[in-house]
């Protein structure tokens, strides 16, 4: 995972990680990528942009879901990224765990470690795109100086 730049940070995304199809190597229909939280993390959102929808082999769906280990879809709900016609360019908090219409009162302290699970569930296996490319944006206040 990536953090942004200091003069970056007003944009309200302290943290990225870029997926592109070639990173999709398991010979099975599921892959997961994490990307740490640390003790005293609080994220208030996690969004994504599909640069280029999911495309190649046999591939007619490919979802995303992005939770926690207590919510594996508390943050991103299925959302569509393969080329279908139905595919979701942008998406932003459509899970349980933070809500995006009431952003200000919603947000999620982890007192213990813990991953942000990325989830990627395809109707075949996920080893078989030759396209697709998107970036998963996370807004993590650290209250632990140290992490």
């Not at 990173?23 to 892959?31: G, M, P, R, S, V």
């Not at 280029?52 to 926690?68: K, P, R």
């Amino acid at each position: 995972m990536a953090r942004v730049a200091n003069n970056e940070l007003s944009n309200g995304w302290s943290d990225f990680l870029t997926i592109k199809h070639g990173d999709l190597t398991q010979e099975a229909t599921t892959q997961t990528f994490t990307l740490p939280i640390p003790a005293g993390g609080v994220i208030r959102g996690v969004g994504f942009y599909l640069e280029t929808a999911f495309d190649g082999g046999s591939i007619s769906s490919l979802t995303i879901d992005v939770g926690d280990g207590a919510d594996a879809d508390g943050y991103i709900d299925g959302v569509q990224i393969a080329v279908d016609g139905t595919e979701v360019f942008y998406a932003w908090n459509d899970g349980d765990l933070v809500q995006a219409a009431d952003i200000t009162n919603h947000a999620k302290l982890y007192t213990t470690a813990d991953t942000l699970d990325i989830l990627f569930t395809g109707s075949h296996n996920v080893d078989t795109l030759d396209s697709g490319k998107i970036t998963v944006f996370v807004d993590m206040l650290r209250c632990n100086p140290e992490a």
